[in-house]
């Protein structure tokens, strides 16, 4: 017994969508990780935790394929130093960076150089490979 030919192109069609979003999950789930080392972040006390504004735009693209950018003008607030550099959280407002998962991620600031990421919720460091110049100015209170 044959098929009706709309019956026919409508099968076809399922076919081709069911196939189409097994690829997509599939390529989904493939995400690469974030390259991550252990941290041990020193925090700083209330009284130093200084504030600096981002001068220019920074657009950062991960290792993961991602990428991220660090609006001019945003604010971010000193919270403890690395042996990486100095880690400033956003202030109010949440970054994050994504590989397989999103993070929640504060800069990593050497100098003058966007050296990486600290995971606060992970307590990991997510270096930046290369590094990316990025300046800042301090904002006093």
């Known amino acids: 017994m044959q098929l009706p030919n709309k019956l026919r192109d409508l099968a076809l069609k399922t ?3 069911l196939a189409s979003l097994g690829v997509c999950v599939a390529l989904c789930a493939c995400a690469p ?3 991550v080392q252990g941290a041990h972040l020193t925090p700083v006390a209330a009284t130093q935790q200084q504030r600096i504004r981002v001068v220019d735009t920074v657009r950062v693209r991960l290792s993961t394929g991602y990428s ?3 609006s ?3 604010l971010w607030r000193l919270a403890g130093e690395l042996p990486q550099g100095f880690a400033y959280k956003p202030v109010n407002d949440v970054f994050t ?3 397989r998962q999103m993070h929640e991620a504060w ?3 050497k100098g003058d150089r966007l050296v990486g990421f600290y995971l606060p919720g992970e307590s990991h460091f997510s270096p930046l490979d290369p590094t990316t110049s990025i300046t800042t100015e301090a904002i006093h209170d």
């Open 107 to 109: 800069l990593v600031v």
């Open 72 to 74: 001019s003008g945003s």
């Open 33 to 35: 990780s974030l390259p």
């Open 97 to 99: 960076v994504e590989g």
């Open 15 to 17: 076919k081709t969508l």
């Open 68 to 70: 991220r950018r660090i």
